[in-house]
């Protein structure tokens, strides 16, 4: 696979991820709003992890939080080696472009770009390779996720299933060592849930580490480990130092 330069640095300080005693609050037209509450989270490289819980538990707030999309109100929260919360929204940006792929329940794929031009986007963003070197690469990726036969064609002409596919691919353009995946399962059928998540076990077996929410405790029982959240907090699922040997 062709590799983004940002991919070569070490960004396993410790965990991969790691965040201490967050705590997210917001203001809502009812009043003030708790959505994570004194949550701690270790993931190191490499892991493949679940996260369950009822709507309305924090998952989603939890996902925007390691992927930069959202700031904690309170608690530490490091993610390949960088302390986000001095991060300027530019370079935020930047950085989640590089380190972390993100994929999206309903796949989010712009409708007027071809399957091949959505795989490109996130290295026109992020300015990696020349023009011909990011083609070369997304057709590549859509190889490795079995798409490269849709390339040219509009999201729309394409099924659900192949849509999940390229976003997949997307998440993978600028070589990110995070996967964060929010029910990318939740919109397939059983026969395609299960490709995509073969292909997601193919990933963290090449290296990868992917955080996915997901409401299918079967799929969620055969990743390594499972993060359950209720109201806000994590019951189980952190990450406990080895003891030296």
């Not at 530019?90 to 999206?104: D, E, L, P, Y």
Request: charged share 25%.
């Amino acid at each position: 696979m062709i590799r983004a330069p940002f991919a070569d640095r070490d960004l396993a300080h410790g965990h991969l991820i790691d965040l201490r005693d967050v705590v997210k609050d917001y203001v809502t037209d009812a009043g003030p709003f708790r959505a994570l509450k004194d949550v701690s989270l270790q993931v190191d490289a490499g892991e493949f992890i679940a996260v369950v819980g009822r709507s309305g538990s924090g998952k989603s707030t939890l996902m925007n939080m390691i992927t930069g999309i959202d700031r904690p109100t309170a608690g530490s929260l490091v993610v390949g080696g960088t302390n986000l919360a001095v991060l300027s929204e530019s370079r935020m940006a930047q950085w989640r472009g590089r380190t972390c792929g993100v994929i999206f329940q309903f796949f989010q794929l712009l409708p007027t770009l071809t399957v091949v031009e959505n795989v490109m986007l996130p290295m026109d963003f992020a300015g990696l390779w020349s023009t011909r070197e990011r083609y070369e690469r997304a057709m590549h990726l859509l190889e490795l996720v079995g798409l490269d036969d849709q390339a040219r064609k509009l999201p729309a002409s394409t099924s659900g299933g192949q849509q999940q596919r390229a976003a997949i691919a997307r998440s993978l353009a600028n070589d990110p060592p995070i996967i964060v995946a929010d029910e990318p399962t939740g919109n397939l059928d059983e026969v395609t849930a299960e490709e995509v998540f073969e292909l997601f076990e193919t990933l963290v077996a090449e290296g990868r580490t992917i955080v996915m929410v997901t409401h299918d405790h079967e799929l969620a029982a055969r990743t390594r480990r499972t993060v359950h959240m209720v109201d806000g907090r994590i019951l189980d699922g952190t990450l406990e130092e080895t003891p030296a040997a």
